[in-house]
């Protein structure tokens, strides 16, 4: 039940289009929905995150939609550049102090 | 702001010797630091919760005697490798928070042992 199923494993997509990553958990208790990007040989880095009292944060090219009933939530990347080429991890935790549960990853690659 | 260190970045040691590696929070107080694993091409696996001043709180399967972790200050978090193996040879990751939802990463430490 504290599993966070993340798809697909692998993604390529041309330069200006559109990523798309989904993510979905059975635990109705999670109530912070994180995405991160990491670079070979970094840590991960927020991207974007979400709480359930909304469907849909965007900040900048990237967009989380968010489906409570669904127990889903995706991570949109418009306008995809070479540079966003990285691998991509939801994750998801039950309040401030738990820890975070990560998906297994996505790994991006835009082609120019 | 929100910029948490590790050091060192990469190290590389012999089977049967112990290794340490250092997490800071340089520019917030962290509650709470979280110490991660991972493997080439896989996600990031919890290895241990931390609170300043309180003993660990181990992930199943994790051996605690193996991995010491050491929360000393509101800014420091140490996680020591003891008696390493190649096995042992990893990624290590770790995280702050500071009391609100959001953990802040480190950039990582390569271990490799040989």
């Known amino acids: 039940q504290q599993q966070v199923k993340q798809s697909p494993q692998s993604l390529i997509v041309q330069k200006g289009g559109i990523s798309i990553i989904n993510c979905a958990y059975e635990?109705?208790?999670?109530?912070?929905f994180p995405w991160y990007q990491q670079f070979p040989g970094k840590g991960p880095a927020l991207l974007i995150a979400?709480?359930?009292?909304?469907s849909e944060k965007k900040e900048g090219r990237f967009t989380i939609s968010f489906n409570k009933s669904a127990k889903q939530f995706s991570l949109h990347i418009m306008d995809s550049q070479p540079g966003d080429s990285a691998t991509y991890f939801c994750?998801?935790?039950?309040?401030?102090?738990?820890?975070?549960?990560f998906g297994t990853g996505t790994r991006l690659a835009v082609r120019p | 702001g929100a910029v948490v260190s590790q050091h060192p970045s990469w190290v590389i040691c012999k089977s049967g010797t112990s290794v340490k590696i250092e997490c800071r929070s340089l520019?917030?107080?962290?509650?709470?630091m979280f110490w991660y694993r991972q493997f080439p091409k896989q996600s990031l696996m919890l290895m241990a919760t931390?609170?300043?001043?309180?003993?660990?709180?181990?992930e199943q399967g994790v051996e605690k005697d193996k991995f010491l972790i050491n929360h000393a200050s509101l800014t420091l978090s140490t996680l020591t490798v003891t008696s390493a193996h190649p096995e042992d040879s990893s990624f290590y990751i770790c995280?702050?928070?500071?009391?609100?939802?959001?953990?802040?990463f480190g950039p990582g430490t390569r271990l490799t042992v040989l």
């Open positions: 995280s702050a928070r500071t009391g609100g939802y959001e953990q802040f």
């Open positions: 635990n109705t208790a999670f109530d912070y």
């Open positions: 979400i709480r359930p009292d909304v």
């Open positions: 994750a998801a935790s039950q309040w401030s102090g738990d820890k975070l549960t």
């Open positions: 520019d917030f107080q962290a509650t709470t």
């Open positions: 931390s609170n300043e001043g309180s003993k660990a709180t181990y």
